[in-house]
C-alpha cells in the first residue's frame, strides 16, 4: 500500500532530508586520499547526532554503520572499516537520518582527487539520470516514467543500469511502497499523486549490468570489477509542476 503524506507530514520529512544533505555536504569535505572510510561514518554519526537526528541506517537489519560508503566497484552498501581511499577513487556516499519519527535518504558519488574522464562522464551521466527521473515524478504520470528515464539517459551514454537494487516510498518507514526500479518501458505501474514521497536512485555500472553481494551479505559490487556510481533524492510530488527535492539544499 501506498502512504500518501500530509503537507505537515512533508514538512518534517524535509527536515529530516535537509539533515542529510548537509552531513553529505560535510563528507564530500572530508572526501580525500588517505582518509578511511571508518573516519567518513565516524564524521556522519557525529554530525546527525549533534543536530538532533538518529541514523537511519545504523542496526536497520543489523547493518553496523551510519554511512554507506561505496568504493569503485562497490555498488551499494558499502560497509565503512579501515579502508584508505587513494587518489584516483571514487566513493558513494550514501544515508539517511530520522528527525521526528520521519525519514530522509540520499546519496551522492564524489571523486577521490584526480580520476579517469570515462570515469568522470558516469557520475555526470548517473546524476543527469536522476534529474531526468526526477522530472517525470510529477502528478498523472506513471511510476515507470521515472524509471524510463533513468534507464535511456544512462544507456545513451555507453553504461549499464543496475536492476538488482531498486528506488523505494518513504516516510516513517525507510522502505515504503512504491518501489522505484531504474529500467523499464513507460507508461507502467500506479499513477503518481500529490503527498507521494519518494527516494530515487539510479546505480549505473561502467561495464555491464550484473552485480553479487559479498561474504559480508551487505556490500554489492559489479560481477565484472567495472566501477559504479550511485545519486539519490527524497522528492515529493506536489499539486503542479516539479516535485520537491528535500534532500537538495
Not at 553529505?24 to 572510510?37: C, F, H, M, N, Y
Not at 551510519?66 to 579502508?83: E, F, K, M, W, Y
Not at 530520522?98 to 570515462?118: H, L, S
Not at 568522470?120 to 528515464?149: K, M, P
Amino acid at each position: 500500500m501506498i502512504i500518501l503524506k500530509t503537507p505537515d507530514e512533508i514538512e518534517v520529512m524535509a527536515r529530516a532530508s535537509k539533515l542529510v544533505a548537509e552531513t553529505l555536504q560535510a563528507l564530500k569535505r572530508e572526501v580525500r586520499p588517505g582518509v578511511t572510510t571508518d573516519e567518513l561514518d565516524r564524521i556522519a554519526e557525529e554530525f546527525i547526532r549533534t543536530r538532533g537526528g538518529v541514523p537511519a541506517f545504523k542496526g536497520y537489519r543489523n547493518y553496523p554503520k551510519t554511512l554507506c560508503a561505496s568504493v569503485n566497484d562497490q555498488v551499494v552498501h558499502g560497509i565503512p572499516s579501515r579502508r584508505v581511499l587513494k587518489e584516483g577513487d571514487i566513493i558513494g556516499l550514501d544515508l539517511g537520518a530520522i528527525v521526528e519519527g520521519f525519514y530522509g535518504d540520499a546519496a551522492v558519488t564524489v571523486p577521490v582527487g584526480a580520476i579517469d574522464p570515462r570515469v568522470a562522464e558516469l557520475l555526470r551521466v548517473t546524476e543527469e539520470a536522476l534529474y531526468n527521473g526526477i522530472e517525470q515524478a510529477v502528478v498523472g504520470n506513471r511510476l515507470s516514467d521515472i524509471s524510463h528515464a533513468v534507464q535511456c539517459h544512462a544507456e545513451a551514454a555507453g553504461f549499464s543500469v543496475v536492476t538488482d537494487f531498486v528506488g523505494h516510498g518513504i516516510g516513517r518507514q525507510l522502505h515504503e511502497e512504491p518501489q522505484v526500479p531504474n529500467h523499464g518501458k513507460p507508461g507502467q505501474g500506479p499513477r503518481l499523486q500529490v503527498g507521494m514521497v519518494l527516494a530515487i536512485e539510479p546505480m549505473v555500472n561502467l561495464g555491464a549490468s550484473g552485480v553479487r553481494i559479498l561474504d559480508d551479505q551487505w556490500t554489492a559490487v559489479t560481477d565484472d570489477g567495472s566501477l559504479s556510481a550511485h545519486f539519490e533524492h527524497t522528492i515529493a510530488i506536489q499539486a503542479s509542476g516539479p516535485p520537491r527535492i528535500l534532500t537538495k539544499l
